[in-house]
């Protein structure tokens, strides 16, 4: 009989939740590993085993027990500006709980599914899947260092670069982006928003199909997984304001070297999807398509 088990970090999260779904909908039998699942966590795992992965062995553990066919790994602490004050716990999660998780998936013959970024370059965008990483900040080190791992201890992996993920919190989840530029426009707040940081932004829907097709295709190595529209936060936020018929003339543009952050942002870290939609026939949604539906009444 097929193994059809998956075990998955990181399906509460912003993304992972799409991503968990996605795979649940396939009728893939997820056991999720993580801190607590929030009470309105739906539709709930056939497991949920409870683990810090700041105590990074313990993953080996239940992979090794479990014998899963695919482990996605998304969890991550995936706010840069933390990583820079939190450089242990940014380091053991990200880089070396990845670690653990490779070598027991190779230890068994899983599929190991890792979440990265955009974040792992910097200025000389669109960059393809083979062009070498030169992260700006520590989170974009750590998920650098974890693919370089991965990619020495196991060919059976998907190395899956996003980018900016957008669409519709789910229940209990924080507002992403855009539900923060239109909440505070209309509290009639002022926003600076940056204006040298060049994104191709993902919809979470399509970061869940693409990750979905490339495992129906069997594929393997690297792959960016996101649109393929180069956006800045500004020019997005613009976008919604407009979409809403909210008043642009609260969003002021800025720069970094204007308002410095504490983790240096990639000023063009937008990707290229070239290689997905040959292997996949993916085609993105547009952010202008995504919009109506993210925001619907209702
Ligand atoms: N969202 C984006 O725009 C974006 C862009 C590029 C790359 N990525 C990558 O894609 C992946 C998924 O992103 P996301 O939006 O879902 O991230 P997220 O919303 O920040 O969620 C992070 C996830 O990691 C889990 N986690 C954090 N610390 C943990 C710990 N010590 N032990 C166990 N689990 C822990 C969280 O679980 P709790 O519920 O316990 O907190 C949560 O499920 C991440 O690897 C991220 O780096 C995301």
Known sequence: MTNRSIIMTGATGFAGRYIYQQFVADGWQITTVGRALPDDF????????VADLLHSEKIAEIILQHRPAIVIHSAALSKPNDCEVQKDAAYALNTAATQNIAT???????????????????NEGPYVEDSKTCPVNYYGSTKAMAEESIANTLANHL?????LVYGRPQSGQQPGFLQWVVNNLRRGETLHIYTDQVRTPCYAPD????????????????????????????????????HL??????????TAAQRPELAQRPSNASLCIDKLKATTGFEPTALGDALPVIFEEG
């Open 159 to 163: 190395i899956i670069r996003t980018v």
């Open 42 to 49: 739906s539709p709930q795992p056939k497991q949920h085993v």
């Open 207 to 242: 970061l869940a199909k693409g990750i979905h097709l490339l495992i129906q295709q069997d594929a393997r190595g690297t792959f960016h997984v996101c649109g393929q529209e180069a956006w800045t936060p500004y020019t997005m936020a613009v976008a919604v304001a407009e």
């Open 245 to 254: 018929h909210l008043d642009t003339a609260l969003i002021k543009p800025v």
């Open 104 to 122: 027991a998936c190779a230890h068994i013959g899983a599929r190991l599914v890792f979440m990265s970024t955009d974040f792992v370059f910097n």
